[in-house]
């Protein structure tokens, strides 16, 4: 995310400098201005001197002081909102300090108000971040970064994904929302792919206001309230795409969302107005097709070949058969298919033994807890692995290897 220049920082200063003498002109907080006592009459009395005029002057000196550290406060509260800056720092000094003389967010919230709007507007003139909007990032060296070197065992699902979402933001205007179908056993990364996509597209990741996650049965549990859930359901994405130019939606457990759903999703996954400026990205989230992309990966392990030589080509048309004939037919799949709405189909494959450990690597790294070659191979076969004979596949992927590691904890 680019820096904004020096001038643009000092020009917003002096706006937020003007806008806190407007606000605390008439008096400093918590004080009250003092009793202004009778002018000495002598017409002799030295310019300087008196009490009158060294109980103004302390006065002013006081006024000032307290404006002058009151406008240190609101800078770092305007830099931390804007440009991130100092937030941590802040967050430690405040912490590890007594009550200060000085009031801090007592003092006008008229004032604070004022500082959403204006760092909101600063925003809008798109001097604070390249997107034009300081939620969006769109950091896609960051993403291919950390795909590259924490997604294990992925290859097919890191090339996919990387693409799309590319080529999607780079596009100048989008005919139709980006929707990728993620399919996979469970615990193979379909839900830590999610994440690392809101974490680098947005500042604040799943919890940005651009992003919405629906999990199909925990908000959409019972069939007899689709009307219910449908209404809901289009009212929260349309409120999500008023309030960013970009939205990630994300549908976990997509496999038993209800077809009658789709009356609520189809109208934003569909063609839109070329002149229309908005993007939105829809995240499918699935088990369903995991046998079968488990079938292709032994069938290749068992000709003696290399899990990367695996074909895009392949999965995509093995999965997409058996999604369009599957028994749930009054689930949402085989209709987004049906309708063409899914731009990708992107498989997961079935993690082996090696990628156990090197999630138990990561999970030890994460922690900042030693390990060794001997301690990650203790984690792996903790592990349940299938097929019976060859135990090739583990069955959790790698879901609960960071509970795991608990086991090693000193």
Known sequence: MGQPRLPARRGLGCCALLLLLLLGGS????????ARGPRPQEPGAEPDGGPWARGRYEAVKKHLGAVGALSKQYWRYLACRVWQEGCEREEKRQEGRE?????????????????EILSAWYCSFGKCCETGDCRIINNITGLEADLSEQLHGQHLAKAVVLRAVRGFLQSPRPHKALVLSLHGWSGTGKNFVARMVASHLYRDGLKSDCVRVFVSLLHFPHHNYVDSYKAQLHRQISETLQR????LLIFDEAEKLHSSLLDAIRPFMAQQDSEDQQRSIFLFLSNLGGNTINEVALDFWRAGRAREEIPLELLEQRLR????EAAENSYAHSHLLRENLIDFVVPFLPLEYHHVKL???DAFLARGIPYTEATLDEVAQMMVFV???EKLFSAQGCKSVPQRINYFLP
């Open 27 to 34: 008096g400093s907080p918590g004080t009250t201005p003092p």
């Open 99 to 115: 009550a200060s003389p000085i009031p801090s967010w007592s003092f006008p919230l008229v004032g604070q108000d004022y500082l």
């Open 244 to 247: 960013c130019r970009q939205a």
């Open 321 to 324: 058969q058996e999604l369009q």
């Open 359 to 361: 999630c138990a690597r």
């Open 387 to 389: 097929p019976k004979e």
